[in-house]
């Protein structure tokens, strides 16, 4: 198995896990150079809300979007944008990512304003 297989294999078993919970999910993509996160509904057919360092108020505020520095900010939004849609509580999707680095800089941001999970 390749890496990115077994990734995929690790996000399947914990999205089955959070849609057993039936809790809206805060879903976490990194690659290189950008860093995405997304809340999704319960059901899994509705994106709520979205931050990501492809944004025109983020892109210009940071130097590069593959930085611990870029995933504070894009949890700190993705935390606002959910609570601006009535949304505190969620259920973390690493999307199969080790939780350490961007991932945890995005999760941990996320948490000092205002989420919980």
Known sequence: MDKHATRLRRA????ARIADLKVVRLC????????YAQVISAEGDKVLASASTLEAEVRSSLKTGSNVEAAI???KRIAEKAKAA???KVAFDRSGFQYHGRVKALAEAARENGLSF
Do not use: P
Not at 12 to 15: E, L, S, V, Y
Not at 28 to 35: D, E, G, L
């Open 28 to 35: 976490v993509f990194r690659t290189n150079s950008h860093i």
């Open 73 to 75: 900010l894009v949890g």
């Open 86 to 88: 009535g949304i505190e």
């Open 12 to 15: 399947r078993k914990t999205r």
